[in-house]
């Protein structure tokens, strides 16, 4: 059974740093995508940043220079280090991993449970 356990959300000021990491457990295989989506309160969710199992890397205009996606060594674990971080990146951020949903190129068959992250002063 697949399962991603996801870690790091909280309360954070405006300008601080969080950074979240999901840990992948029972996908079949060591090639396989990982990325962060999030949704805030009345919005859809969306991607934040994603790494495909080809390497390719993409992360959203909205976050570009403030958050880094990264993959540990095994290739199991995920993170967003997210920097100078703003009222509007409040939202539920959600882990997602495995292999390529089809016709999505950033987009895969598992998901995490979700963690808050709140940028408040």
């Known amino acids: 059974q697949v399962q991603l356990v996801e870690s790091g959300g909280g309360l954070v000021q405006p300008g601080g740093s969080l950074r979240l990491s999901c840990a992948a457990f029972?996908?079949?295989?060591?090639?396989?995508?990982m990325g962060w989506y999030r949704q805030a309160p009345g919005r859809q969710r969306e991607l934040v940043a994603a790494?495909?199992?080809?390497?390719?890397?993409t992360t959203a205009d909205s976050v570009k220079g403030r958050f880094t996606i990264s993959r540990d060594n095994a290739g199991n674990t995920v993170y967003l280090q997210m920097d100078s971080l703003k009222p509007e990146d409040t939202a539920v951020y959600y882990c997602?991993?495995?292999?390529?949903?089809?016709?999505?190129?950033?987009?895969?068959?598992?998901w995490g449970p979700g963690t808050q992250v709140t940028v408040s002063s």
């Open positions: 997602n991993a495995g292999p390529q949903r089809y016709g999505f190129l950033y987009e895969y068959l598992y």
């Open positions: 029972g996908i079949i295989g060591s090639i396989y995508g």
């Open positions: 790494l495909n199992s080809g390497g390719g890397t």
